[in-house]
C-alpha cells in the first residue's frame, strides 16, 4: 500500500483561477513519484458552494478514497498553495502513525480570536493552550482518524448557520480552529512536526524575498496570507528556482 499526498484544487471563481496551482501540484507530484506515494487531487465540488466552500472538502478525504477503492497506509492533506522542495524528506516515516501537523505561529490576535470565540459560541467554553493550534495546511494521518474526521463534517452540518455567522462577522478561522477543538477536546494522540514542514506566514516571518531565504531553511512552502505582490507570483517562482534545473 502506498501513502497518499491529497489536495484540493477547486476552481470556482476569477480568484481561484489566478492562483498558481498547477506549480503547486507538479510540486507535490515530482515529491510523490520520488517516495513512492500517489497524489490524488480534488477539483470538483462535492457538495454545492452554498453548502461546504472548498476549504471544508478536505473532510471529505477518507469517503473519497474509499469510494474510488483507493488503499493506503496514511494521507497527507496539504493546501494547494504550497509548494515542495524535491529533497524534502518522507515525513510518512517519521510520523509515529499518528495525527500530525505543525503548530501555527503566525497572527497570535487571530488564533486567539478564533480560540476564544468558538469556545464561546459552540464549544461550551472549552480552551486549550494556543501553542497547540496546528495549521491545517499540513496534516498527516491514517485509518484510524476516520471517525475524526466524521465528527468534524457533522458538527460543521449542525452547526452551519452558526460557524458561517462566526466567520463573517467576527474575523475568525474557517475549518482550522474547529478541527483544533476537535484534535484538542476528544484527547486525539498528535504529534508536532517542526515548521520546516509548513513554513506558513513567511512574508510576517521575514524569510520571503528576492533572495530566496525560504528555500534554504525548510522543505514546504505555504503561500497563505496573500503575500505581496500575489500568491501566485511566489508559488511559479519558488517552483522555477527549485525544479527548472531538475526536471
Known sequence: MKNIVYMVN?????RS????????????KNWCDKNNCTLFVLDKLVYDLKEMKPQWHKLLVFDLLDNEGVNYDQIL?????????PDCPNFFEFSDNKFCGVRNIGSMDWILRSIE??????????LFPYWKYINSGFMIMNKTHKKLFKDIFNFYFTNQEQIIW?????????DQPIINFFLNKNKIDYKLLPYEYNMHDMMRLEVLGEDMLHTRHGWVYHFNCWPR????FWIEKTYRF??????
Open 10 to 14: 477547486i476552481v470556482h471563481d476569477d
Open 17 to 28: 483561477k489566478e492562483q498558481g496551482y498547477e506549480w503547486s501540484i507538479q510540486s507535490w
Open 77 to 85: 492533506f496539504v493546501d494547494s498553495d504550497t509548494i515542495v522542495h
Open 117 to 126: 470565540n468558538y469556545s464561546a459560541y459552540l464549544f461550551d467554553g472549552f
Open 166 to 174: 462566526l466567520q463573517n462577522n467576527l474575523g475568525v478561522g474557517t
Open 229 to 232: 505582490p500575489t500568491p501566485m
Open 242 to 247: 527549485l525544479y527548472d534545473n531538475i526536471v
